[in-house]
């Protein structure tokens, strides 16, 4: 018998899941996402995804309205994310990520492409409160780009090419095997981009070793470019883009989707594997994606260390302050066999070395003697 918790957590999330694929478009599931981050003092959070995603349309400036890319125009996106996160004893955790990234655009007969490494991110984050009923973190990351573009040039671009500076409050709670978790925050661009508002909600159900989730996240734009130049009024940019607003449009908003599965290997193993879908947004790229994941996590307390064995000194200590000569009681240096053929031997000694050792039977013979 099915425990009827479960079936009302598993029609909450195919109710959720259903609204995923109204529409195919892109969702980008993050790394050390918001409800597999624990405050465990010592411990290590490690992850490794692949990311892949394809632009097939664009959302205008006017908004939710969908208009396919021309023929032969296209652009397609793979990335490799890698991050890793700590607890420290304040509770605090501090965490880093990277990517590495390939885009390929074709329009007109031409190609493009172009990988490199696309970002550094710097985070830190906390529990305020921590219960079953409701979990409250606070979160903040700081995006370095590692490249930027001008928008005269003939380039693919695989990021944004901006400085971003993020602060988020996720909220998390249990209903029994279901885990809702909800964020909002605000998002800083550097070189006159709008600054966005990120949003998310969605949930994970708990069954046994595997957990299934879905979410709805995106962006809406809270302060409007100040900058006069975007990829849409580049005829250049555009064309190296395949025709896709995926990066650098102006005053974007996105609203995605992400659904997945992940299974617990062990306690430090888990993979998660899952689709992505845009659902309407702006002045953006849509299209659809696939990601997978690979966990590891440990305490750093646990692993094993090679230890040094100690020698436990006696409580007895010897009085050298009692009036005695103490060298009387250091010992000898032994004499070695080559000192011993240097040393000069007195001639009485010399002469008693020269006189044959009495034989074994020589008592016997002089009692003989006698006897006769």
């Known amino acids: 018998m099915i425990p009827s918790s479960w079936i009302r957590a598993t029609n909450t999330l195919v109710i959720l899941s259903g609204m995923f694929f109204i529409h195919l478009a892109h969702a980008n599931h993050p790394l050390l996402d918001e409800n597999s981050r624990t405050y465990q003092v010592h411990h290590w959070q490690n992850e490794f995804q692949f990311n892949y995603f394809k632009t097939t349309a ?28 700590f607890t420290h004893p304040s509770l605090w955790a501090f965490y880093a990520q990277s990517q590495w990234a390939q885009a390929e655009s074709k329009y007109a007969n031409k190609s493009y492409e172009n990988n490199s490494l696309t970002y550094f991110l710097l985070g830190a984050d906390k529990a305020l409160s921590e219960s079953k009923a409701l ?7 700081l995006l370095f780009p590692l490249k930027r573009y001008d928008l005269d040039n003939s380039q693919t671009y695989n990021q944004e090419g901006a400085a971003e500076l993020t602060g988020r409050i996720i909220l998390r709670t249990k209903i029994e095997s279901l885990y809702p978790f909800a964020f909002l925050g605000l998002t800083y661009r550097d070189e006159g981009r709008s600054s966005l508002i990120p949003w998310g909600v969605g949930g994970e159900l708990a069954l046994g070793s595997f957990r299934f989730g879905g979410e709805l996240r995106g962006y809406q734009t809270a302060l409007r470019e100040t900058r006069s130049k975007t990829i849409e009024k580049s005829t250049k940019a555009l064309a190296a883009n395949g025709l896709s607003l995926q990066f650098n449009s102006s ?4 609203l995605e989707s992400n659904f997945w599965a992940q299974e617990k290997l062990s306690a430090q193993w888990a993979v998660k594997a899952g689709f992505q879908w845009t659902m309407t947004g702006t002045s953006v790229g849509a299209g659809w994606g696939a990601f997978a994941q690979l966990q590891f996590d440990f305490d750093e307390k646990k692993l094993p260390r090679k230890t040094t064995p100690q020698i436990e000194e006696s409580p007895f200590k010897e009085n050298t302050n009692d009036g005695v000569d103490q060298k009387l009681f250091k010992p ?9 053929e240097l040393a000069p031997v007195p001639n009485s000694e010399y002469r008693k070395k020269k006189q044959k050792a009495p034989a074994k039977n020589d008592y016997k013979i002089q009692l003989k003697k006698k006897r006769r």
Do not use: M
């Open 332 to 340: 000898e240096k032994p004499i070695s066999d080559s000192d011993e």
């Open 251 to 254: 005053n974007p908003n996105l």
């Open 58 to 85: 664009n959302y205008s400036s006017e908004g939710g309205v969908y208009s396919d890319l021309p023929s032969g125009a296209e652009q397609q996106l793979s990335q490799i994310n890698f991050g890793t996160r």
């Open 135 to 141: 979990t409250v973190i606070t979160d903040g990351s």
